[in-house]
């Protein structure tokens, strides 16, 4: 932690270490505890392994039995396929350290990998549906006997990864991911050989493009989030649940915090969650000591530990009370009193006018919001700062 900048700041980075200790954390945390999980690897590369085998094997009998649903099994397997390499490859690069120039390390490179696998499994389901529509309408021979046969291969592969995942017992995001993924190709795989045994059966062979189509649905859903996250992650925006309104909050309810401002709040990857914040602190507080309860409450509630805090110390302005998230015509309210009691010479309409026109947007996903933050934009609004004198 550095010292005061100047006579009134101090700033300090949460996740400083002592030379020669271990880092508690790490910059993709998503795959922390997969580096140091030799089983839970194991586990993901025998999965791979496995998935690798499904996936050429469904091709190439998808292309010889001219099973789309065959071959729409498939693309929902390289989906397994890359969830598996981005986790084991995501697991070598978290025990790189940071360098000079990657200064944050090296976590994103799983969110642009996740990126481009969900971005090509999109361009993949729209050929499936096109061709799944065209077979629709004339339908194609299909071996239902050689499609049901491969696909219950590949039940059997996949519900042998999901066993292997399960009994890693892992708590890894990217294991419990990869579960994930191969549930869902169970699924998958079980969809297909319904479709090949009615087609052996019955011989409809429509049966195969309309699974096709139930196939294209489920992949589409997952592509869709994973790019949704991805593209999330690379705009910094905050994660899922939290915002900068919640953490303000938790943060001015500290004793000796006055004001909680210009806060920040982002995924630095998969799972690493950053913060920062300007502080105002009450004259005659200990800075480094605030400081550190203020990081505790970010690790503590927000299980954040990376975070940069400047402090201000007060210099005379009215303090602020430490209150809670409020409804927004509550926090409207309240900013109207407290801006009017530290400026008289500011009307009470103009204020709340101005706190209105702040509170535009502001609300987060349960309807409240932190009225000290909404003081402070006020404040900026009415070209005043907090602390700052009226005018004579």
Avoid: K
């Avoid at 499609?147 to 294991?175: K, Y």
């Amino acid at each position: 932690m550095t010292p005061a900048m100047g006579d009134d700041h101090a700033h300090a980075h949460a996740h400083s270490h002592a030379p020669g200790e271990a880092a508690p954390h790490s910059h993709a945390p998503s795959s922390r505890s997969l580096a140091h999980d030799p089983r839970a690897r194991r586990a993901l590369g025998a999965a791979l392994g496995l998935g690798v085998v499904v996936l050429v094997v469904e091709v190439v009998a998808g292309l010889a039995f001219g099973s789309l649903a065959l071959l729409g099994d498939a693309a929902h397997a390289l989906t397994d396929v890359a969830a598996y390499a981005i986790a084991l490859t995501a697991a070598r690069i978290a025990a790189r350290p940071a360098s000079n120039v990657h200064t944050f390390g090296h976590g994103r490179v799983e969110i642009l990998a996740a990126l481009f696998n969900g971005a090509s499994l999109l361009a993949a389901s729209g050929w499936i549906a096109v061709e799944a529509m065209r077979r629709l309408a004339h339908p194609g021979s299909v071996q239902g006997g050689g499609v049901a046969l491969v696909a219950a291969i590949g039940l059997v592969a996949n519900l042998l990864v999901v066993v292997l995942l399960v009994r890693t017992s892992s708590d890894s995001l990217n294991v419990r991911g990869a579960l994930l993924h191969a549930a869902g190709d169970a699924l998958g795989s079980l969809a297909v050989l319904v479709s090949g045994i009615v087609v052996a059966v019955t011989g409809w062979e429509r049966a195969d493009p309309v699974v096709s189509l139930l196939l294209v649905a489920l992949i589409v859903v997952g592509a869709w989030r994973l790019v949704r996250a991805s593209v999330d992650q690379l705009l910094d925006a905050a994660p899922a649940g939290l915002g900068a309104e919640e953490v303000g909050s938790v943060l001015v309810a500290i004793e000796g915090v006055l004001e909680v401002h210009d806060v920040h709040v982002w995924s630095m990857s998969p799972g690493e969650t950053a913060a920062s914040a300007h502080v105002r602190i009450a004259a005659g507080i200990d800075p480094d000591a605030t400081l550190e309860l203020l990081q505790a409450e970010l690790r503590r509630t927000f299980s954040i530990t990376h975070s940069t805090l400047q402090l201000q110390t007060d210099r005379g302005a009215v303090p602020l009370e430490a209150v809670p998230l409020m409804s927004l015509e509550d926090a409207v309210d309240w900013t109207t009193e407290h801006i009017a009691r530290a400026n008289p010479d500011l009307s009470r309409a103009v204020i709340a006018a101005a706190a209105g026109a702040a509170a535009l947007g502001f609300a987060g996903g349960d309807g409240r919001v932190s009225p000290v933050t909404l003081s402070s934009r006020t404040l900026g609004s009415l070209g005043r700062r907090p602390g700052t004198p009226p005018a004579s």
